[in-house]
């Protein structure tokens, strides 16, 4: 009965690096979206899977972020070339079937660059 | 597209006082509406949600929200404040698959 589980929890980095968030959605969702939350922000839309396709990335806000879901479970976040920019919570989230069922978010990882 | 706005960025109530949090939205067909609840360092939970069923809406913990179409509001409200209920609270609404959110209030509660 787990709920949406994402690692690491924090994660320090250099300015440059690369960098990979994991998250695990409820078990048989079909959906999975991913969000960015920055201090004193709601979350912001990055990108929604349906299955393993991205349904939609118009969220991603430039070509060094990247996601997949290549079994329709796990879905990785990948930010290539970091900036302190991009430091916030990366939360994930998933539902059922999409569309108005509601979204169960995991507990966010904290990425701070350097 | 759809947005919600959330006046006040700040709260603080009194224990036992009235909580209502103001979210106004912008939508042009009949929006789905939903109101997070986000402890610290913790995901975001669902409090209650809108679909059109009912303008009154019941959550958790006590929460209710009532869909407005003449105001464009779907305001959050609990009769009596507890210290428990200190968090921050989001609306947002849906847009094609996604959830569109606003910046969100901080609720404060005083003994």
């Known amino acids: 009965g787990a709920g949406v589980s994402q690692t690491p929890s924090n994660k320090v980095t250099e300015k440059g690096k690369y960098v990979e968030l994991r998250c695990d959605p409820i078990?048989?969702?079909?959906?999975l979206y991913w969000y960015r939350q920055s201090l004193g922000q709601g979350p912001e839309f990055l990108i929604y899977?349906?299955?393993?396709?991205?349904?939609?990335d118009s969220g991603l806000p430039n070509d060094r972020f990247f996601a997949v879901r290549p079994e329709g479970s796990v879905s990785t976040l990948k930010i290539q070339r970091t900036e302190r920019g991009d430091s916030a919570v990366y939360l994930c989230?998933?539902?059922?079937?999409?569309?108005?069922?509601?979204?169960?978010f995991g507990n966010g990882t904290r990425l701070t660059v350097t | 597209a759809q947005s919600v706005t959330q006046l006040g960025s700040h709260v603080s109530v009194s224990e036992g006082a009235l909580v209502l949090l103001r979210c106004n939205y912008s939508?042009?067909?009949?929006?789905?509406l939903f109101w997070y609840v986000q402890y610290p360092n913790q995901g975001l939970q669902l409090l209650l949600k809108?679909?059109?069923?009912?303008?009154l809406v019941k959550g958790i913990n006590g929460f209710e929200a009532e869909f407005k179409k003449s105001e464009t509001s779907f305001h959050l409200t609990k009769p009596s404040a507890h210290m428990s209920d200190a968090a921050e609270y989001f609306c947002?609404?849906?847009?094609?698959?996604?959830?569109?959110f606003g910046t969100g209030t901080r609720l404060q509660v005083f003994p």
């Open positions: 989230a998933s539902s059922s079937t999409g569309g108005n069922s509601p979204l169960h």
């Open positions: 078990s048989g969702h079909t959906a």
């Open positions: 899977f349906q299955g393993t396709g991205a349904a939609d």
């Open positions: 939508s042009s067909v009949p929006p789905y």
């Open positions: 809108y679909t059109s069923a009912a303008t």
């Open positions: 947002a609404v849906r847009y094609t698959d996604k959830l569109i």
